[in-house]
């Protein structure tokens, strides 16, 4: 058990434990994304992070909305992992002399981070719908929707040319 946090007994404690972490990670994006944006030299790259920040405020008002319905306090609860993937997309960032090097590694930060979204948010669905709750599964899946083409928009990036120009 965390140091603030319940202990997890039931399906619901899990489904609420994990809303929490979610909407942490979210804001800890939220905060990031303005200096991946100024950072990105790539005009495509620099486009989909300020649209992804966009988005990402709209992910965290709709995770307050499934707090609200689930009649719980919106607050969030420290995710480490997020926490991680963010520390190590800093110091990599900030080692790259190369701003075509450090596009490439902010866009494979970025991945990293959708991809855990993208995770969090399929178990949350799933944990909605076993409890019965289809209207904040419906409400998760829009957001899974949107990060599953965030990571695929930045695949297409990194393609185009993010890469190749890296190298």
């Keep these: 058990m965390g140091l603030f946090s319940k202990p997890i007994k039931t399906l619901d404690d899990l489904f609420v434990h994990t809303l929490q972490d979610i909407y942490y990670a979210e804001n800890q994006i939220v905060k990031n994304l303005p200096t991946m944006a100024e950072e990105a ?22 995770l307050e909305q499934v707090f609200q319905m689930h009649d719980q306090p919106v607050k ?10 963010l520390a190590e997309a800093k110091e990599i960032i900030s080692d ?4 075509e090097v450090r596009d490439a590694a902010m866009l ?29 599964a419906s409400l998760l899946q829009q957001t899974l929707e949107e990060e599953k083409a965030a990571d695929q928009k930045l695949t297409r990036i990194a393609g185009a040319g993010v890469n190749q120009h890296a190298a």
């Design 96 to 99: 790259c002399d190369d701003p």
């Design 41 to 62: 030299t790539d005009p495509q790259l620099k486009a989909a992070f300020q649209h992804h920040l966009t988005e990402t405020e709209g992910q965290v008002r709709r």
């Design 108 to 136: 494979s930060a970025a991945q990293a981070v959708e991809h855990y979204e993208i995770t969090r948010y399929g178990s949350l669905i799933a944990y909605a719908r076993q409890l019965g709750r289809p209207d904040c």
């Design 76 to 85: 969030g609860v420290t995710c480490q992992a997020m926490d991680g993937i």
